[in-house]
C-alpha cells in the first residue's frame, strides 16, 4: 500500500498504468505496434516528454523478455547497416526535444505515425511488387528517422516495422531483428534522458519494477499469440494498430 501511495495517481491512473505496461510487454513478443496505444496513455498520465522517461524503463524490461524468446533470430547485417544512423536520430532527437513543449511533443509523435501508416498501407498494397530500395540513402534515412522518433515518443516501432516489412521477414525474423535493435537503442537513451532531460529517477525505476506482472503477462500471451497469427493477418493488424494509435493521439 505504501508502494502506490508513493505515487500521486488516481486509482483509474493506475489502471491505464497496468494496460499500458501490459500493451509493452505483449508488443515485444507478440504484435510490436502494439507498442503504440502505451504512448497516448502514458503522455496522458505523465506529460509528453515525462512519459518517455517512465515508458523507457519499461520499454528495457520488455526487450528483456524478447530476446529470452527470439535472441536466436535476429538479422545483424539489417541491425549494423541501421545502428550508426540511428546514433544521429538519437541526438538529433535529444536536441529538438529540448526546445518543444508537450503539445508540440504529441504533435511530432502523432505526424510520424501518420506518415507510417501511409508506408505501411502502400507497401501492404504493392505486395511482392514492391522495389525495396538498396542504396546508401534508405539506410540513412530509415535509421536517422527511427532514432529521432524513438528518442522523442518511443514511436519508432511502426518506422522499423516498415523497414523490416519491406524486404518481406517472417515473424521469427521480423520478432527477433526487432528485440535486439530495440534492446540497443533503448539501452543508448538511458543516459541521454538522465543527463539531458532529466526524467528518469529512482523512483521511474521503483515503478518499473512494481509493473513487472504486467509487462511479463504480457510477454506471455505475446508469445502464445504470434505462434497463431497468419503471416498475411500479422501485417494487417500492424496497419490497423497504426492506425488506431496515430487516430488517438490526434484526438
Known amino acids: 500500500m505504501s508502494f502506490i501511495n508513493s505515487f500521486d495517481l488516481s486509482m483509474m491512473q493506475w489502471i491505464w498504468l497496468i494496460i499500458a505496461a501490459f500493451l509493452v510487454g505483449f508488443s ?7 507498442m503504440m496505444p502505451v504512448i497516448p496513455i502514458l503522455a496522458s498520465l505523465f506529460g509528453g516528454k ?4 517512465v515508458i523507457l524503463p519499461l520499454l528495457i524490461l520488455g526487450d528483456i523478455f524478447a530476446l529470452y524468446y527470439y535472441n536466436r533470430h535476429a538479422n545483424w547485417e539489417n541491425i549494423k547497416k541501421l545502428l550508426p544512423w540511428s546514433f544521429i536520430g538519437l541526438i538529433s532527437g535529444v536536441i529538438v526535444g529540448n526546445y518543444i513543449n508537450d503539445k508540440q511533443f504529441k504533435a511530432v509523435i502523432s505526424i510520424s505515425l501518420l506518415l507510417c501508416l501511409v508506408v505501411l498501407i502502400y507497401t501492404q498494397k504493392k505486395g511482392d511488387n514492391i522495389e525495396v530500395p538498396t542504396n546508401k540513402w534508405f539506410y540513412v534515412m530509415a535509421g536517422i528517422a527511427t532514432g529521432f522518433t524513438s528518442m522523442i515518443g518511443n514511436a519508432a516501432g511502426p518506422i522499423f ?15 527477433g531483428t526487432t528485440a535486439w535493435f530495440f534492446f540497443l537503442i533503448n539501452i543508448s537513451k538511458v543516459p541521454l534522458q538522465i543527463l539531458f532531460w532529466h526524467n528518469i529517477s529512482f523512483k521511474t525505476i521503483i515503478l518499473t519494477f512494481g509493473m513487472v506482472p504486467a509487462i511479463a503477462l504480457g510477454a506471455l500471451l505475446g508469445m502464445l499469440m504470434i505462434k497463431k497469427i497468419n503471416e498475411k493477418y500479422f501485417r494487417y493488424i500492424i496497419i490497423v494498430v497504426t492506425a488506431l494509435a496515430a487516430v488517438k493521439l490526434l484526438i
Do not use: E
Open 161 to 175: 516495422s516498415v523497414y523490416l516489412l519491406t524486404m518481406n521477414f517472417k515473424k521469427n525474423n521480423f520478432m
Open 28 to 34: 515485444k513478443t507478440g504484435i510490436s505496434s502494439f
Open 50 to 53: 515525462g512519459s518517455t522517461g
